[in-house]
């Protein structure tokens, strides 16, 4: 069965330090892969998403992901965290064709220190 | 352009009760999603629907209709609403690489 895996349900981060979140998937084929964020009291919102092509994809807020096929990972960074960036991340993976019902993972709480 | 929006916002309801909560998107989309959000359990998906007139279940379907009349609506009922319906309700479209955009949410508690 297909799955998504994010290792770590919080990480703490100081203001300015560099930050990586992680995300594994269990897929037969490649997916599509998706990272969303979602701030307290918020809605999701699609911050990368990667389909074919480049494996380094740059999303918005100054965040990129990178994936690399032999490792099932789709792991999300940002070079310099700011306090706005605490929140919510959910990676998320589809598979084009068929009924398109993404799987997501539960979620990585990002807890910034100033 | 609005994007994916939801009504209510927030909504209590008494045991045994019913509601509707209504989703709209502006963007033409053919794929449209209701998913409940819990404390530790992630976005579970209740129903889906791949086009006008056409629903189908999700993981968790038990307790909620759906109706996909228009293109642009996506209505999820609730015929008699239970306490572990509380949740906060999540609407989502699907893009054209499957990327999905999210409705603000409604928050409902049930008592």
């Known amino acids: 069965a297909q799955s998504v895996t994010q290792p770590d349900i919080h990480i703490t981060v100081s203001e300015g330090a560099s930050l990586e979140l992680r995300c594994n998937y269990s897929y037969g084929a490649t997916p599509y892969l998706f990272w969303y964020v979602q701030s307290p009291g918020q809605g999701l919102q699609l911050l990368l998403k990667y389909f074919s092509g480049d494996t380094l994809v740059q999303g918005i807020k100054g965040f990129e992901a990178e994936f690399k096929r032999s490792q099932s990972s789709f792991n999300l960074r940002k070079p310099s965290v700011h306090w706005s960036d605490a929140a919510e991340y959910f990676c998320?993976?589809?598979?084009?064709?068929?009924?398109?019902?993404?799987?997501f993972g539960r979620g990585t709480s990002l807890i910034v220190h100033p | 352009n609005a994007g994916v929006t939801q009504t209510p916002k927030f909504r209590v309801l008494k045991t045994g009760q019913s509601m509707t909560l209504l989703c709209a998107q502006d963007m033409n989309h053919e794929y449209m999603y209701w998913y409940r959000q819990d404390p530790g359990m992630g976005l579970r998906l209740i129903h889906y629907s791949v086009g006008e007139g056409t629903t189908a279940k999700g993981e968790v379907p038990d307790g909620y209709n759906v109706s996909r009349l228009k293109k642009q609506n996506f209505l999820l009922g609730l015929e008699s609403a239970a306490p572990s319906q509380t949740s906060v309700y999540f609407c989502?479209?699907?893009?054209?690489?499957?990327?999905?955009?999210f409705g603000p949410g409604t928050r409902l508690t049930v008592l």
């Open positions: 989502a479209s699907r893009g054209s690489v499957g990327e999905q955009f």
């Open positions: 998320a993976v589809g598979l084009s064709g068929g009924s398109y019902i993404p799987t």
